[in-house]
C-alpha cells in the first residue's frame, strides 16, 4: 500500500531530518578554532603599532580623557622604562591591541572528554601570557590580587570569541606613555575569517576615561617562524637612570606640550584629548585654528620610514 501524505502537515519524519539536517550545517555557537601562530599586520594605525608611536609624548587626538588622567598622562615620563626596576617590566593586556608583535594562541582541553577550559594567549618580551577561562568560573573578589596578565573569562557569542578583564595593574593605552589605571576593565572580541583574525578591544577605565576607548588590530595566521609561547629573557642593564630615581613631570612642566602643535599644527586643546576629539564633527570646529605645516616635519615615508624627518 502506498504511503499518502498530507499536503497540510508534514510527516514526523521529514521534519526530524530537517532539523538533524540544520544541526549538522549550523554547529552550536559557531564556535572557531582560534589556536596558531597569528601574525600581526600594522596597517590599522601604522606609526602607533609599528614601529612605535610617532615621537610626540603628548599626543591624546581621539582619547577621552578627564582631567584626572589628563593629569596623570602630562606628568608621565617615558624615560620610567629605563628604570632599573622597570626596564623588564610588562604591559597590561591591552597591549595586544596597539602592539607591534603577533600571538601565540592555543586551547587548554578538560582530559576526560577534551572540551575547551580555556584559551592561551602566549606572552612576549613585553607582554605576560594570557589565559581567558571557558569553564564559567567567576572572576575574582575586586579586592583579589592585580597582576599585569589580568583576569579573563570568555564565552563565544556566535562565532565571536568575547574576553572579559579584570584585576590588571595599571599600564598604558597608547604607547607613548598615556596611561590606564588599576581600575580599567576590558572586553576583547575575536573574529576569524578564513586566515585573518579581527582583534577589537573596548576599555572602561572609571578613573582616567568618560567613555569608553576602542582599538582593533589584525592578525594573519602564519605557518612559518612560528611565534614562541613565552618571550626572550630580558636582560637589565643600565640605560641612565639613576637609582631611586623616578622621572617624571611637574604639573605644567610637561616640555613635549606644544611639539604635536608647533609640527603639526594641531591646536592645543585637541592634542589632549577628551571624548569630543575622537569624533568626525571636532574637526569642524577646530578647522580655522588649524594650520597645516608648509612640509612634511617628520615620517614622511611612512612607517617604513621611521623616524626620518624633512630638512
Excluded at 146 to 156: D, L
Amino acid at each position: 500500500m502506498a504511503t499518502v501524505f498530507d499536503r497540510k502537515k508534514p510527516s514526523s519524519g521529514l521534519a526530524a531530518l530537517s532539523v538533524l539536517l540544520l544541526a549538522v550545517a549550523l554547529p552550536a555557537n559557531a564556535q572557531f578554532d582560534l589556536s596558531g601562530s597569528w601574525a600581526a599586520r600594522n596597517y590599522n594605525d601604522a606609526l602607533s603599532t609599528n614601529p612605535g608611536p610617532e615621537p610626540i609624548p603628548v599626543d591624546y587626538l581621539g582619547m577621552p580623557y578627564n582631567e584626572y588622567g589628563r593629569a596623570w598622562a602630562l606628568a608621565y615620563s617615558y624615560s620610567q622604562v629605563s628604570m632599573p626596576d622597570r626596564s623588564c617590566a610588562f604591559f597590561s593586556p591591552i597591549y595586544l591591541g596597539m602592539g607591534p608583535f603577533g600571538m601565540k594562541i592555543w586551547n587548554e582541553t578538560e582530559p576526560l572528554n577534551g572540551s575547551t577550559i580555556a584559551w592561551k594567549i602566549g606572552g612576549w618580551e613585553d607582554t605576560a601570557p594570557i589565559t581567558i577561562w571557558m569553564d564559567g568560573r567567576p572572576h575574582p573578589s575586586a579586592n583579589a590580587l592585580h597582576t599585569m596578565s589580568g583576569f579573563t573569562t570568555g564565552k563565544w557569542e556566535g562565532d565571536v570569541l568575547t574576553g572579559y578583564t579584570t584585576h590588571m595593574k595599571a599600564s598604558i593605552l597608547r604607547r607613548n606613555g598615556a596611561p590606564h589605571s588599576d581600575q580599567a576593565t576590558m572586553t576583547s572580541r575575536f573574529f576569524r575569517h578564513g586566515d585573518i583574525l579581527t582583534l577589537t578591544i573596548r576599555i572602561d577605565d572609571p578613573m582616567y576615561l568618560t567613555e569608553p576607548y576602542y582599538l582593533t588590530r589584525t592578525f594573519q595566521l602564519s605557518s612559518i617562524n612560528p611565534i614562541r609561547t613565552v618571550g626572550q629573557p630580558c636582560t637589565q642593564a643600565n640605560e641612565g637612570v639613576p637609582e631611586g630615581v623616578v622621572p617624571h613631570f611637574l604639573p605644567g612642566q610637561n616640555p613635549f606640550l606644544e611639539e604635536a602643535t608647533k609640527s603639526y599644527g594641531i591646536p592645543a586643546d585637541a592634542v589632549l584629548g577628551g571624548a569630543e576629539t575622537a569624533l568626525p564633527e571636532y574637526r569642524k570646529k577646530i578647522k580655522d585654528r588649524y594650520k597645516a605645516p608648509a612640509k612634511c616635519p617628520r615620517v614622511c615615508g611612512g612607517p617604513g620610514a621611521y623616524p626620518l624627518r624633512a630638512n
